[in-house]
């Protein structure tokens, strides 16, 4: 049989124990390499070791320490080698500098530092005194070259409230990469006028440069990228948590491309060539938007100015860039009437010749040209042109609040080659209204003048309708004039091969009278509540041409309806025109860059990520935080494992005297809980039971 030993387990292995205690020895090791490895990295030997003096020494110091240094060379006591006397000298020149001084001292900014390891191979092998002085250029540090809008910390309270965009600058007088970046700033400022503000702070102010730097996770203020930092604030942003830092190459297009696209969100305008631009460009864009195409030598990305044009009249227009090249020089000529670039090129209605503008653009005179030119010339009656245009029943006319009765010629029908020849009548109508000498030479018995004078005072308008986009709106207009097939060849989707393009005239009459009288009316039902009130607040009197496409017999149809809407009395029907629908969806850039996020976005999100996780793996504090963990673990460890455990306890002897009074206690205690309980079916038989005899068993 087996032998059970009495004596206690024996003590837990190596490995065990080991295993036990991996959690802090881990810490340990960790908190070894931060001592050994990252906290020298982070605290390396600065310009003011080199020179064998205090940190932070001011400039006589500086020069003292050097002159002592230089005494002990000249006289030959001491001999430097060729790399500590240019470590040296770098530190003197570096130091002596009290521009380049405080931009080290308080920022860490050092922008010669590569200076030094060229200045080491170029005198390789040679004796200090070969080695050319002064090592370093200091031409750059005379304020006067400098021409900036340089903000203060006063300065900078009123930009804090203010809503509106800024780029601001950082620089430093005593910088050559400052200077250098003097003429590109400019160029950006230009290019950002009239969207965004633009300023510049020196590093003299340092309480506002420190609130503008970066923080380590230490606290300390530092410029990731050296001088010159650029820093955005967004529109509505008033502290420093929510401005962006531009961390690229300090070119004029990879700053305002940034500044547009990340800072303003606005509509990148994509470069077309001659074998793209027709298939990719003018045949996928909307027919009803005027095709707005610039022409560039530099290749350079659009303008912030002109991408923000681009947002603010995305509903009336598209835009292309091309490149120019010589070679497409005579196709640009003969398929848009382009001479040379850079140009702007407007294509509005179909046949229409291209509007073509030289020159280079800014802000204001391309908001005017885009201002004039955003309609076709036959304009279209949309949504968003209903109030512009006058053709709107809600009560509004071009000719003012004044006028009570005015009039919209409209051309309904499906996009086609029908549709076009109307619309090239219909401009020819609108022409010859508004040139005075042609209209005197048609009109003989001055028939067109009712037509003429209401186009002059804004109380006609001529405009086309797409049928098929907003069929309820040509239904509505022509439904009760035109059979119940007929109207389907002009409004509403397309069943067959034939489109008919109609003409119809509406008369608005504003009733001034009601317009005067605020009178407030109970609903009469719970449905009247829902629906309001819903009668147009202008009556409207629709007219349809059923002549032929002559100009002169369409004009004197329009002057024969003016005339006698405005001077016969003729029924005014008030009732609730359909809605023009929107035509064109909301790019998906109007949602903002805060829930789009572009593959440059990305990219910046995990840079800055990696970024930050850098920052903090290497912040010196985390060696001694993993040293302070890996003790207290071990510690706690050492604890749990010392004590006497449940089990231990549980197996050691007994005394007898305890053992047989707890036996006692429970044979009492089940005594007493069987003794009053009543005899079940189960329980044995009484002594004096017995079995009474049935009639009719088995025993008889």
């Given at each position: 049989m087996a032998r059970v030993s009495s004596e206690p387990s024996a003590r837990?292995?190596?490995?065990?124990?080991?295993?036990?205690?991996?959690?802090?020895?881990?810490?340990?090791?960790?908190?070894?390499?931060?001592?050994?490895?990252?906290?020298?990295?982070?605290?390396?030997?600065?310009?003011y070791d080199v020179m064998g003096i205090k940190k932070y020494s001011s400039v006589e110091e500086v020069e003292a320490a050097y002159e002592k240094l230089s005494?002990?060379?000249?006289?030959?006591?001491?001999?430097?080698?060729?790399?500590?006397?240019?470590?040296?000298?770098?530190?003197?020149?570096?130091?002596?500098?009290?521009?380049?001084?405080?931009?080290?001292?308080?920022?860490?900014?050092?922008?010669?530092l590569d200076l030094i390891e060229k200045v080491k191979a170029q005198y390789a092998g040679e004796s200090f005194s070969k080695v050319e002085l002064p090592l370093l250029d200091d031409t750059a540090s005379d304020p006067e070259d400098f021409t900036l809008n340089v903000i203060t910390s006063n300065d900078f309270q009123s930009i804090l409230l203010n809503t509106e965009p800024w780029l601001i600058q950082l620089f430093s007088f005593g910088s050559k990469r400052c200077a250098q970046f003097s003429d590109v700033w400019k160029r950006i400022a230009a290019l950002l006028d009239g969207i965004a503000n633009t300023g510049?702070?020196?590093?003299?102010?340092?309480?506002?440069?420190?609130?503008?730097?970066?923080?380590?996770?230490?606290?300390?203020?530092?410029?990731?990228?050296?001088?010159?930092?650029?820093?955005?604030?967004?529109?509505?942003?008033?502290?420093v948590d929510c401005l962006i830092r531009f961390e690229g190459g300090l070119s004029v297009d990879a700053v305002t491309d940034w500044f547009a696209t990340t800072v303003l969100s606005l509509p990148r305008i994509l470069y077309y060539t001659r074998d793209t631009l027709v298939p990719n460009f003018l045949a996928k864009s909307s027919p009803h938007k005027v095709k707005v195409i610039f022409f560039s030598k530099t290749g350079e990305r659009a303008a912030p100015f002109v991408r923000q044009v681009a947002k603010d009249y995305w509903l009336y227009a598209s835009f292309a860039f091309v490149l120019w090249q010589e070679e497409d020089s005579s196709f640009w000529w003969n398929g848009l009437g382009v001479e040379s670039a850079p140009a702007v090129v407007f294509l509005k209605d179909p046949g229409v010749k291209p509007l073509v503008y030289y020159g280079s653009l800014n802000h204001?005179?391309?908001?005017?040209?885009?201002?004039?030119?955003?309609?076709?010339?036959?304009?279209?009656?949309?949504?968003?042109?209903?109030?512009?245009?006058?053709?709107?029943?809600?009560?509004?006319?071009?000719?003012?609040?004044?006028?009570?009765t005015w009039y919209c010629a409209i051309l309904a029908g499906r996009a086609g080659p029908e549709l076009d020849k109307m619309r090239e009548t219909m401009r020819r109508v609108q022409e010859l209204l508004s040139n005075d000498s042609e209209l005197k030479a048609a009109d003989e018995d001055e028939s067109f003048t009712p037509a003429a004078v209401a186009l002059t005072s804004?109380?006609?308008?001529?405009?086309?309708?797409?049928?098929?986009?907003?069929?309820?709106?040509?239904?509505?207009?022509?439904?009760?004039?035109?059979?119940?097939?007929?109207?389907?060849?002009?409004?509403?989707?397309?069943?067959?091969?034939?489109?008919?393009?109609?003409?119809?005239?509406?008369?608005?009459?504003?009733?001034?009278?009601?317009?005067?009288?605020?009178?407030?009316?109970?609903?009469?039902?719970?449905?009247?509540?829902?629906?309001?009130?819903d009668l147009d607040p202008s009556s409207q009197l629709v007219a349809r041409y059923k002549g032929s496409g002559e100009t002169k017999q369409i004009i004197e149809w329009i002057s024969g309806i003016i005339k006698d809407g405005?001077?016969?009395?003729?029924?005014?029907?008030?009732?609730?025109?359909?809605?023009?629908?929107?035509?064109?969806?909301?790019?998906?850039?109007?949602?903002?860059?805060?829930?789009?996020?572009?593959?440059?976005?990305?990219?910046?999100?995990?840079?800055?990520?990696?970024r930050g996780i850098y920052d903090h793996v290497g912040d010196p504090r985390n060696g001694p935080f993993l040293l302070l963990g890996a003790l207290l673990s071990f510690g706690t460890i050492w604890l749990r494992r010392s004590q006497p455990t449940h089990s231990s306890r549980s197996n050691q002897p007994s005394e007898p005297g305890k053992d047989e009074s707890r036996r006692e206690k429970r044979e009492r205690a089940r005594t007493v809980s069987n003794k009053d309980q009543p005899p079940s079916m189960t329980d044995a038989a009484p002594n004096d039971a017995y079995e009474m005899p049935l009639s009719g068993s088995d025993s008889e």
């Open positions: 837990p292995s190596m490995a065990s124990t080991i295993k036990a205690y991996s959690v802090p020895l881990i810490l340990f090791a960790a908190a070894i390499c931060f001592q050994l490895f990252v906290i020298p990295k982070s605290f390396p030997a600065s310009h005494s002990e060379w000249n006289s030959g006591n001491e001999v430097p080698s060729t790399s500590d006397f240019i470590m040296i000298r770098y530190a003197y020149e570096l130091l002596k500098n009290p521009l380049w001084k405080r931009n080290y001292d308080i920022f860490g900014i050092e922008e010669h510049a702070v020196e590093f003299g102010d340092l309480q506002l440069t420190a609130y503008l730097a970066e923080k380590k996770p230490t606290g300390q203020p530092f410029f990731r990228n050296g001088l010159p930092s650029l820093v955005a604030f967004p529109p509505g942003c008033k502290t204001s005179w391309f908001s005017n040209i885009m201002e004039k030119n955003k309609q076709q010339e036959l304009p279209q009656l949309r949504s968003v042109t209903s109030m512009e245009l006058g053709c709107d029943a809600q009560g509004y006319s071009r000719a003012g609040v004044d006028t009570t804004k109380r006609l308008t001529f405009a086309w309708l797409d049928g098929e986009a907003q069929k309820s709106f040509c239904f509505f207009c022509l439904h009760s004039d035109v059979g119940s097939e007929t109207i389907y060849e002009t409004c509403g989707p397309r069943r067959d091969l034939t489109d008919a393009p109609r003409l119809f005239i509406v008369r608005y009459k504003r009733n001034s009278t009601e317009d005067d009288m605020k009178v407030e009316r109970k609903p009469k039902s719970i449905w009247d509540t829902l629906q309001g009130d405005d001077f016969r009395d003729l029924p005014s029907f008030r009732t609730k025109t359909p809605k023009l629908v929107p035509e064109d969806s909301e790019p998906i850039w109007f949602t903002g860059a805060q829930k789009i996020l572009s593959a440059n976005t990305m990219k910046q999100r995990i840079r800055s990520i990696i």
